[in-house]
Antibody, heavy 121, light 107 residues
Framework: QVQLQESGPGLVKPSQTLSLTCTVSGGSITGGDYYWSWIRQPPGKGLQWIGYIYYTGSTYYNPSASLKSRITISIDTSKNHFSLNLRSVTAADTAVYYC???????????WGQGAMLTVSS | DIQMTQSPSSLSASVGDRVTFTCRASQSISTYLHWFQQKPGKAPKLLIYAASRLQSGVPSRFSGSGSGTDFSVTISSLQAEDFATYYCQQSYTTPWTFGQGTKVEIK
């Protein structure tokens, strides 16, 4: 069955760019009319949806003030993975970052295990 | 953005109890409402989608209802493995948003 696995550096310095990759296994990232999302969860807090990408490269980003204009989500169909770049990070971006799959307007049915990202000097 | 408000924020219950918790949307979202269960240190897991449809493999003691702005989940007989935090999420319109969670604790 399809599985998602996040990978990333674990620690990023303030003002730098956070980069995470989600690798899809057990199925093609281009199949099934799925949208591929990033979601984050600060320690002890709730879930925030960051944005999605479709295999064509079409994206939607959450216009939230906490994320606005700092997000880029990209996809590499040859490697069956998609990525998140978050620029100019601060301590407020410290969180567990999840990747997840859904169909448009439907539920996130498969999630990665999560990757903890800490922003600290 | 559509605001999702869950209540209560936490509840204490015993094994075997019937428990219900709710989610309210700031505007009508039809049945574009989903529920997730999250245990400490784990990713959320889809329990119920489209307000009332049980995800494959989820025990039948879970049920969901509602449409428009008011939704609920009922666990008919709470089991030890059900102690967790539950989140609702709307997919009616972007940005997709989550509720703040209901934590179900052992009494």
């Amino acid at each position: 069955q399809v599985q998602l696995q996040e990978s990333g550096p674990g620690l990023v310095k303030p003002s730098q760019t956070l980069s995470l990759t989600c690798t899809v296994s057990g199925g093609s990232i281009t199949g099934g009319d799925y949208y591929w999302s990033w979601i984050r969860q600060p320690p002890g807090k709730g879930l925030q949806w960051i944005g999605y990408i479709y295999y064509t490269g079409s994206t939607y980003y959450n216009p939230s003030a906490s994320l606005k204009s700092r997000i880029t989500i990209s996809i590499d169909t040859s490697k069956n993975h998609f990525s998140l770049n978050l620029r100019s990070v601060t301590a407020a971006d410290t969180a567990v970052y999840y990747c997840a799959r859904s169909r448009l307007w439907s539920a996130f049915d498969i999630w990665g295990q999560g990757a903890m990202l800490t922003v600290s000097s | 953005d559509i605001q999702m408000t869950q209540s209560p924020s936490s509840l204490s219950a015993s094994v075997g109890d019937r428990v219900t918790f709710t989610c309210r949307a700031s505007q009508s979202i039809s049945t574009y409402l989903h529920w997730f269960q999250q245990k400490p240190g784990k990713a959320p897991k889809l329990l119920i989608y489209a307000a009332s449809r049980l995800q494959s493999g989820v025990p039948s003691r879970f049920s969901g209802s509602g449409s428009g702005t008011d939704f609920s989940v009922t666990i008919s007989s709470l089991q030890a493995e059900d102690f967790a935090t539950y989140y609702c999420q709307q997919s009616y319109t972007t940005p997709w948003t989550f509720g703040q969670g209901t934590k179900v604790e052992i009494k």
